[in-house]
């Protein structure tokens, strides 16, 4: 079946730092992949669509300039959170969309900045 | 053998019938258990969150979890058009890394 990985699995990171979070579709190939934030308990939240090749598209109040999305190939996107702050420690989580539309979650990135 | 198998679906039932949604698993150190909901192009929702076993209920909503059959259950009372939907369950041990479940798409019928 359909597998999505996420690398690191926990980060914990100074203020002020960059931090990149990698989502792999590892058996099938995905054109779209979304990035979702979750607090503790609570629903997950879209940041934003990930296309492959193209620019993504992030959601009403998302600062596309602080959470750099890079979709370069089929298999892989990257999330970078730019000049982390406490306020950005969540639970990232990213989904892959295989053709047509099964959504494949990924086990989440635990982002702590101290 | 996936960690956690949950049937796809659809499942399509009448309005106002109970609806039985499951998923099972197969890693004993799970503890956390979560069921989500997600509508066409939105994030999911969590509807539900356990810890360890037994049943919870928030209103028309009840999980029970069976860890001695590594068994999880979401029943719906009184089904709307509005729970139409895809709900996943999703499942954690103390790392937190979520497990979850393909997703069964739910299929209210007026």
């Known amino acids: 079946g359909a597998v999505v990985s996420q690398h690191p699995s926990w980060v914990i990171c100074k203020s002020g730092t960059s931090v990149k979070i990698e989502c792999r579709s590892l058996?099938?190939?995905?054109?779209?992949m979304f990035w979702y934030r979750q607090f503790p308990k609570q629903s997950l939240m879209l940041m934003a669509t990930s296309n492959e090749g193209s620019k993504a598209t992030y959601e009403q109040g998302v600062e596309k300039d602080k959470f750099l999305i890079n979709h370069a190939s089929l298999t892989l996107s990257t999330l970078t959170v730019t000049s982390a702050h406490p306020e950005d420690s969540s639970f990232y989580i990213c989904?892959?969309?295989?053709?047509?539309?099964?959504?494949?979650f990924g086990p989440g990135t635990r982002l702590t900045v101290l | 053998q996936k960690e956690v198998e949950q049937d796809p679906g659809p499942l399509s039932v009448p309005e106002g019938a109970i609806v039985s949604l499951n998923c099972t698993y197969s890693n004993s150190a799970f503890q956390y258990f979560m069921w989500y909901r997600q509508y066409s192009r939105k994030g999911p929702e969590l509807l539900m969150y356990?810890?360890s076993s037994g049943n919870k209920e928030d209103g028309r909503f009840t999980a029970q979890v069976d860890k001695s059959s590594k068994y999880i259950s979401l029943f719906i009372r009184d089904s709307q058009p509005s729970d139409s939907a895809t709900y996943l369950c999703a499942m954690s041990d103390s790392n937190y890394q979520l497990i979850w479940g393909a997703g069964t798409k739910l299929i209210i019928k007026p």
């Open positions: 058996d099938f190939q995905a054109t779209t």
């Open positions: 356990t810890y």
């Open positions: 989904s892959a969309v295989e053709v047509p539309d099964t959504q494949y």
